[in-house]
């Protein structure tokens, strides 16, 4: 058998439509997860323990959970629990951002905490107040260290989106497997795609690289 | 020396503080004059930097009131408590200043940005004349040409200097010196130990937490030695240091002068050093 990779080429029109869906999840639930995952690591970050506690709670449901299992019970189960309609899109988004909200609230919390306890004193003596602190002091040294493992989690994200295609979303690996199910060339079909995916994210990984650089020069 | 009024800067009384079972402050009463210098020296795990970190509530006691210039930033005794809103705290905390044993500079500001950052944010103080006076704090600390340097291109003794200039670019009526000069290498200790003295022949009220006995001697007006979380003893340093009024003080004490005992003859020995070849 020869390996034909024109087959694939050919349906180009199918893959690209996966591609736009792909990118489109992606981008929404990153946003998501983004914003949710700011509000629950601020959440830990306060003092009050019920607070804390709660932002710990979602952390932990999210992060462990398998992503599929999530996915599969927010589309299925979710509607029957709460007697109300979801499409598989809204579903798809609901899943998938706020299993990013975990890890990006692991990400963001981390970061804050990590910065030395000494460059909070300093500005409390010098009689900056929380939020001053936090805007001038904390943040702007917490996110730099975030930058790396923020476009990680990125990453795995659009990695992720191919788990929608269990919901029948028409993301790139759905497609794929439509373009499989008429050509019969599954090897041409994923392999194309697991080309189109690499070359996608290896931007992203080599962009992350030159600011680690970047930070340690 | 200028002569210290008998006006009390900064008042804290009965201050009293936990962590768990560990007591760690058990009713400490001290008042510094304006002008004044007043070590605190003792032991490690004798409440010192505790007592230091609670005169401009970054740690918050248990029990106890603090002054500042007649303005009350805490007093607690039993079920009564002064409350305060962040605003108000903050308002009498910048009539302090303070430095760390480990700088704590903000490493992604330069020297000057560092300097100005308070005034800017805290005071609403115009940035052209928030640098004018940040320039003249660092060449009054020897680094006029610091300011664009980032922490991290400084030595020690630099960055703890430029950490002087920023507790000062508030104007603060006392300086808090948390062991100043323990993070150093031995060799910058001198020059950050001589801005304290520069800050000391203007007249600034200060309380420095040191384990220098022998800068202590020479620069304080008053010393208190701490010892299991009450002040021990307090006197001028020649009284304190040579009269031993505790077994425990004396101890403390007895270990510098011993190690002065033993370097002596090193003091009188000519300078020239004489090298001789094997053959």
């Given at each position: 058998?020869?390996?034909?990779?024109?087959?694939?080429?050919?349906?180009?029109?199918?893959?690209?439509?996966?591609?736009?869906?792909?990118?489109?999840?992606?981008?929404?639930t990153c946003a998501i997860g983004l914003a949710i995952g700011l509000l629950v690591a601020l959440l830990q970050l306060t003092p009050w323990?019920?607070?804390?506690?709660?932002?710990?709670?979602?952390?932990?449901?999210?992060?462990?959970?398998?992503?599929?299992?999530?996915?599969?019970?927010?589309?299925?189960?979710?509607?029957?629990?709460?007697?109300?309609?979801?499409?598989?899109?809204?579903?798809?988004?609901?899943?998938?951002?706020?299993?990013?909200?975990?890890?990006?609230?692991?990400?963001?919390?981390?970061?804050?905490?990590?910065?030395?306890?000494?460059?909070?004193?300093?500005?409390?003596?010098?009689?900056?107040?929380?939020?001053?602190?936090?805007?001038?002091?904390?943040?702007?040294?917490?996110?730099?260290?975030?930058?790396?493992?923020?476009?990680?989690?990125?990453?795995?994200?659009?990695?992720?989106?191919?788990?929608?295609?269990?919901?029948?979303?028409?993301?790139?690996?759905?497609?794929?497997?439509?373009?499989?199910?008429?050509?019969?060339?599954?090897?041409?079909?994923?392999?194309?795609?697991?080309?189109?995916?690499?070359?996608?994210?290896?931007?992203?990984?080599?962009?992350?690289?030159r600011f680690e650089r970047k930070e340690a020069a | 020396m200028i002569a210290t009024s008998t006006e009390v800067v900064l008042s804290v009384?009965?201050?009293?503080?936990?962590?768990?079972?560990?007591?760690?402050?058990?009713?400490?009463?001290?008042?510094?004059?304006?002008?004044?210098?007043?070590?605190?020296?003792?032991?490690?795990?004798?409440?010192?930097?505790?007592?230091?970190?609670?005169?401009?509530?970054?740690?918050?006691?248990?029990?106890?009131?603090?002054?500042?210039?007649?303005?009350?930033?805490?007093?607690?005794?039993?079920?009564?408590?002064?409350?305060?809103?962040?605003?108000?705290?903050?308002?009498?905390?910048?009539?302090?200043?303070?430095?760390?044993?480990?700088?704590?500079?903000?490493?992604?500001?330069?020297?000057?940005?560092?300097?100005?950052?308070?005034?800017?944010?805290?005071?609403?103080?115009?940035?052209?004349?928030?640098?004018?006076?940040?320039?003249?704090?660092?060449?009054?600390?020897?680094?006029?040409?610091?300011?664009?340097?980032?922490?991290?291109?400084?030595?020690?003794?630099?960055?703890?200097?430029?950490?002087?200039?920023?507790?000062?670019?508030?104007?603060?009526?006392?300086?808090?010196?948390?062991?100043?000069?323990?993070?150093?290498?031995?060799?910058?200790?001198?020059?950050?130990?001589?801005?304290?003295?520069?800050?000391?022949?203007?007249?600034?009220?200060?309380?420095?937490?040191?384990?220098?006995?022998?800068?202590?001697?020479?620069?304080?007006?008053?010393?208190?030695?701490?010892?299991?979380?009450?002040?021990?003893?307090?006197?001028?340093?020649?009284?304190?240091?040579?009269?031993?009024?505790?077994?425990?003080?004396?101890?403390?004490?007895?270990?510098?002068?011993?190690?002065?005992?033993?370097?002596?003859?090193?003091?009188?020995?000519?300078?020239?050093?004489?090298?001789?070849?094997?053959?």
């Open positions: 058998m020869k390996f034909d990779p024109s087959i694939v080429f050919a349906n180009w029109d199918i893959l690209a439509y996966g591609l736009l869906v792909t990118l489109k999840y992606t981008i929404y323990p019920l607070m804390r506690w709660s932002g710990r709670v979602w952390v932990e449901f999210f992060r462990n959970i398998p992503l599929l299992v999530l996915l599969m019970w927010t589309y299925y189960a979710l509607p029957i629990f709460l007697q109300i309609q979801i499409g598989k899109e809204t579903a798809g988004v609901l899943g998938l951002g706020f299993y990013a909200s975990g890890f990006y609230a692991e990400i963001l919390r981390a970061g804050v905490q990590s910065i030395d306890h000494g460059q909070t004193d300093a500005a409390i003596a010098l009689g900056m107040g929380y939020f001053q602190r936090m805007k001038r002091i904390i943040l702007p040294q917490a996110l730099r260290r975030m930058v790396p493992p923020l476009m990680g989690q990125t990453i795995m994200q659009l990695k992720n989106t191919t788990l929608l295609s269990v919901l029948t979303i028409p993301d790139l690996l759905y497609q794929a497997g439509y373009i499989a199910s008429f050509t019969y060339r599954p090897m041409e079909v994923y392999t194309v795609i697991g080309a189109v995916f690499i070359l996608m994210l290896f931007p992203l990984s080599a962009l992350s690289r | 009384r009965g201050i009293e503080k936990s962590y768990g079972k560990n007591h760690v402050l058990r009713g400490v009463d001290l008042d510094v004059h304006r002008g004044e210098v007043v070590c605190l020296i003792g032991a490690s795990g004798s409440g010192k930097t505790s007592l230091l970190r609670c005169m401009n509530l970054l740690m918050e006691p248990d029990q106890g009131e603090i002054v500042i210039e007649g303005a009350p930033l805490f007093r607690s005794a039993g079920d009564e408590r002064l409350k305060l809103s962040g605003r108000q705290v903050s308002a009498v905390r910048i009539k302090t200043g303070m430095v760390f044993q480990s700088f704590n500079l903000f490493p992604h500001r330069t020297a000057l940005e560092n300097i100005i950052e308070a005034p800017l944010v805290v005071k609403k103080v115009p940035r052209a004349e928030a640098e004018a006076r940040a320039l003249e704090l660092l060449t009054r600390m020897g680094l006029p040409d610091a300011g664009n340097k980032y922490p991290s291109q400084l030595s020690g003794g630099q960055q703890q200097r430029v950490a002087i200039a920023r507790a000062l670019a508030m104007q603060p009526t006392i300086m808090l010196f948390d062991e100043p000069t323990s993070a150093l290498d031995p060799e910058l200790v001198g020059e950050v130990l001589a801005a304290i003295r520069q800050l000391a022949a203007d007249g600034m009220t200060m309380v420095i937490v040191t384990h220098e006995i022998g800068f202590a001697y020479e620069l304080a007006d008053r010393v208190v030695f701490m010892d299991q979380g009450v002040v021990a003893a307090s006197g001028a340093p020649r009284d304190l240091l040579l009269s031993a009024a505790s077994p425990r003080l004396a101890a403390f004490v007895g270990r510098f002068t011993e190690q002065a005992r033993l370097l002596g003859p090193l003091a009188v020995q000519p300078a020239a050093p004489s090298f001789t070849s094997p053959n």
